[in-house]
């Protein structure tokens, strides 16, 4: 069974920096795409970035530029650099595993990390 477990949200001003990171474990971690979505409240779900496992990226038009989506297939983990946050960004933050793209509808979810970007 796949577990996923996210790591380094918090606080943080606007303009500032946050690391995410998610440790994957109970399969193969190379066979999985990777990605994180956020969730604000009131809004739908939605796909952040997402890396494959030859590193192929795509992002979502509101952090191209900002965020940076990584993998490291020795390790299993993945982790999305957020820089230059903005209050907009403010959400809890999943970590998912697709074997069939990060749209999988069979994939898996970690259990979300809370951001919060304010003054």
């Known amino acids: 069974q796949v577990q996923l477990v996210e790591s380094g949200g918090g606080l943080v001003q606007p303009g500032g920096s946050l690391r995410l990171s998610c440790a994957f474990s109970g399969s193969i971690f190379s066979i999985y795409v990777m990605g994180w979505y956020r969730q604000a409240p009131g809004k739908q779900r939605e796909l952040v970035a997402a890396?494959?496992?030859?590193?192929?990226?795509n992002y979502a038009d509101s952090v191209k530029g900002r965020f940076t989506i990584s993998r490291d297939n020795a390790k299993n983990t993945v982790d999305l650099q957020m820089n230059s946050l903005k209050p907009e960004d403010t959400a809890v933050y999943y970590c998912?595993?697709?074997?069939?793209?990060?749209?999988?509808?069979?994939?898996?979810w970690g259990q979300g990390t809370q951001v919060t970007v304010s003054s």
């Open positions: 890396i494959t496992s030859g590193r192929s990226t």
């Open positions: 998912k595993a697709g074997r069939g793209g990060v749209t999988d509808p069979l994939g898996y």
